[in-house]
């Protein structure tokens, strides 16, 4: 990617000064100090081809329509933290001015609550959050870890150092040559950074837990330019608040994960037609109460990932279509030969009649390619979730919510609607799984699980508003219904968010306050609260940050 590159520091410095002196005496006083203090690592809007490319690799189309001030691509732990300290040194100078400590005109204290409402920067690993301002922001700084994307594998091949810019394929494409895998993400698509600090499904939750949970350490640079290790013996608050904590304490530059034998998995999707809806609907609730029932030991059942059962309204072709995501994490002789799992094989899902099945054997880059493949990037995105028990009930009254969602919408005719229910289990044995996190999922409760969430996409803003509130419509129904049924589940995985849930209040109390702690800790001046705004914060609405 073009950048302003030029031949020497000096040269640099000397076109600062006087080619494009007419430029700089238009940037802000802060985009002006990244330029200086990092020439070659910073894109201006007026670097046509390489600010679009920037803005164009999000995955959410609307994502890609906010344009910031400009994009600062550090290039190592130190750039970036150069470039933080740059940050938070505006930062300060901004709380200064609105305490008062420094006299200002009408014309200012306007421009000032814009940026106080905007914030001051964004911090993009993948680009994959569909959530406004997550890893976007208009007329601040976008940092963007994308150069910090290298994988590492440790010398004796027991773990690997993965760079917070790194997507999953990239994680995957190292290790598959090794015969070797992480607890990590299932698109490969998706970045590492953000779906990590989120809490993280995997393929291997089953055996070894949330993504989250199976972190070793982790590097940060805090608000002020310094660079700590969060691990069990250092920084140990740190080390579990940022599991699940997501962006609310530092910008993490890369991960420790343990690594284990993977050589190939066995993976698909069943594709039937929307006639089948009530046989998967009660083959979903089955595979999930027989993993209970069987106890956590069951033959195979650590292996076995998933159903992820998918149902989609497509309006383009006008139809419903039911997509089922059946993995198997162990290879057999079996497998090799074509057949099912026994597990699987043995479950509701082998006997339903289907469209065709891309069930087979294939690395696990391949699986998380196939899933990258069924939501390519480029569309407008929103998502939005709840949590439930495995109730039939509850479940059918997800689907109906899923039928009345996109009905509503029929007589606007949104173009290019895509409009997604997915269920998929979480259940108690695979949380307590690793090492400990504040997700509020650790509480002895024996209930199994179901995580509900919806994936729309669409063409046009114009629909913007009416997707998004009729997303809003649908998640409230299943709640009102999980409430009637005494269902319901406080935890929302931060992930599948919306923009106005509120996934922390979902880990509980003391799970929250502690995260808020530690955020007073590592970040006593509110950096990451009230400059990153984007994403989902610790305090909320009328909790100052001082009086926590």
Not at 177 to 186: E, I, K, N
Request: aromatic share 8%.
């Amino acid at each position: 990617m073009a950048c302003l590159r030029p031949s020497k520091g000096k040269e640099k410095a000397d076109q600062l000064n006087s080619g494009t002196a007419a430029v700089s005496s238009q940037l802000s006083i802060i985009t002006q100090h990244l330029v200086s203090a990092l020439p070659d690592h910073v894109i201006l809007p007026h670097h046509s081809a390489a600010f679009s490319q920037s803005m164009n690799s999000y995955w959410a189309k609307q994502e890609c329509q906010v344009p910031p001030a400009c994009v600062v691509r550090p290039g190592s732990t130190q750039q970036l933290c150069t470039a933080l300290a740059i940050i938070n040194r505006e930062h300060d100078r901004r709380q200064h001015q609105q305490e008062g400590d420094v006299e200002r005109n009408i014309e200012e204290d306007v421009i000032k609550e814009e940026e106080k409402d905007q914030g001051l920067f964004a911090v993009r690993s993948g680009g994959h959050s569909p959530v406004p301002g997550a890893a976007s922001i208009k007329g601040g700084v976008l940092v963007d870890l994308g150069l910090l994307s290298e994988v590492r594998l440790s010398s004796d091949g027991s773990n690997v150092t993965i760079g917070a810019g790194a997507k999953w394929m990239d994680v995957s494409t190292v290790l598959d040559s090794r015969g070797l895998a992480v607890v990590g993400g299932r698109n490969s698509a998706v970045g590492v950074g953000g779906l990590t600090l989120g809490g993280g499904l995997s393929f291997f939750s089953p055996r070894f837990g949330l993504v989250c949970s199976n972190i070793i350490s982790y590097q940060v640079v805090l608000a002020w330019g310094s660079t700590v290790t969060a691990s069990s013996t250092e920084n140990s608050d740190l080390w579990r608040a940022l599991k699940g904590g997501s962006n609310n304490f530092g910008i993490v530059t890369s991960f420790t994960a343990p690594t284990f034998p993977c050589t190939k998995i066995w993976s698909g999707f069943l594709y039937l037609p929307s006639y089948q809806a009530s046989k998967v609907l009660a083959a979903f609730h089955q595979s999930v109460n027989r993993r209970m029932s069987d106890g956590p030991e069951v033959e195979g059942s650590n292996y076995a990932a998933g159903p992820i059962a998918c149902f989609s309204y497509v309006q383009k072709l006008g139809i419903q279509a039911i997509a089922v995501n059946l993995v198997y994490t162990s290879i057999t002789s079996e497998q090799g030969k074509g057949k099912w799992p026994a597990y699987w094989r043995n479950s509701s899902f082998r006997s339903l009649w289907r469209l065709w099945s891309t069930c087979k054997v294939r690395s696990l880059t391949s699986a998380t390619d196939e899933m990258n493949t069924l939501n390519p990037p480029g569309r407008r995105q929103v998502f939005a979730t709840t949590t439930i028990t495995n109730d039939p009930n509850t479940i059918t009254a997800a689907h109906t919510a899923y039928i009345n969602g996109f009905t509503s919408m029929r007589h606007v005719n949104v173009k290019g609607l895509v409009w997604t229910l997915v269920l998929q289990p979480l259940l108690p044995n695979w949380v307590r799984k690793g090492e400990p996190n504040p997700l509020g999922l650790q509480d002895g409760s024996n209930e199994p699980l179901v995580i509900v969430s919806f994936t729309i996409n669409w063409d046009q803003s114009r629909d913007d508003e009416l997707v998004n509130k009729a997303a809003r419509r649908a998640i409230e129904q299943i709640e009102m219904a999980a409430a009637a049924n005494k269902t319901g589940h406080r935890y929302r995985y931060l992930n599948y968010c919306a923009s106005w849930q509120k996934p922390f209040k979902g880990y509980g109390e003391e799970n929250w306050r502690f995260l808020q702690q530690v955020s007073r800790r590592y970040d006593p001046d509110g950096l990451f609260q009230k400059g990153c705004v984007g994403g989902f914060k610790l305090f909320t609405e009328g909790q100052p940050f001082s009086q926590i």
